[in-house]
């Protein structure tokens, strides 16, 4: 296994907050442990239909969609090549 070249710009990268954020929403010490069922069971306000578990699990879903597909997507800045006239 190796590390691709440019590991030390990973911080910047899309998939790499997408994942932490799935991590600190439902890990093992993340929000969802300071959540009671009665609060993850509550109705939301502006869409009645779903409760805030919903709501979560519906962010986490997002988060580990759009995070998967970041890291398919190449996330190195392009170079643009620029002709100067001497």
């Not at 069922?37 to 993850?40: E, H, Q, S, W």
């Not at 170079?79 to 100067?84: G, M, N, R």
């Given at each position: 296994m190796k590390?691709?070249?440019?590991?030390?710009?990973?911080w910047r990268w899309y998939s790499?907050?997408?994942f932490s954020a799935?991590?600190?929403i439902s890990g093992g010490s993340g929000i969802l442990v300071h959540l009671t069922?009665?609060?993850?069971g509550?109705?939301?306000l502006f869409m009645p239909?779903?409760?805030w578990a919903e709501v979560v699990a519906s962010i986490v879903a997002f988060?580990?969609?759009t995070g998967g597909i970041g890291r398919l997507i190449s996330q190195e800045p392009k170079?643009?090549?620029?002709?100067?006239d001497a």
């Open positions: 590390l691709v070249k440019n590991w030390k710009q990973a790499m907050w997408a799935i991590g600190i069922p009665t609060m993850l509550a109705k939301v239909a779903w409760t988060l580990a969609i170079v643009v090549d620029v002709e100067v």
